[in-house]
């Protein structure tokens, strides 16, 4: 029903900036939040930034500063611009998304939580 893709990573050089995209298809009514997670290897997965339907913003503290989330709600799709990247950014980067199908129910003010495949962004000289 509904589908989640981003954009390819790929291997950046410290310092370098890279920007992902992730785009929702399918039978969409609304998408609320949307953000982005990252799982280093070893690691646990980890919220990077959210972005409200409003535009409002968070981030993890190790990326302030660094990484910029941002939306275009027409296109569905969400962005992360990532700049002066260290090796510690290293890891698969999810989008995930709030997301409520049209024609489908939901109680209260809940959404059905859907996630992207994920892609590797690789940090290194």
């Known amino acids: 029903q509904v589908q989640l893709v981003e954009s390819a990573g790929g291997l950046v050089q410290p310092g370098g900036s890279l920007k992902l995209s992730c785009t929702a298809s399918?039978?969409?009514?609304?998408?609320?939040?949307m953000a982005w997670y990252r799982q280093a290897p070893g690691k646990q997965r980890e919220l990077v930034a959210t972005?409200?339907?409003?535009?409002?913003?968070n981030y993890t503290d190790s990326v302030k500063g660094r990484f910029t989330i941002s939306r275009d709600n027409a296109k569905n799709t969400v962005y992360l611009q990532m700049d002066s990247l260290k090796p510690e950014d290293t890891a698969v980067y999810y989008c995930?998304?709030?997301?409520?199908?049209?024609?489908?129910?939901?109680?209260?003010?809940?959404?059905?939580?859907?996630w992207g495949q994920g892609t590797q962004v690789t940090v290194s000289s």
């Open positions: 995930n998304a709030a997301i409520r199908v049209r024609g489908a129910y939901y109680p209260g003010t809940s959404f059905g939580t859907y």
């Open positions: 399918g039978n969409i009514f609304s998408i609320n939040v």
């Open positions: 972005i409200t339907s409003g535009g409002s913003t």
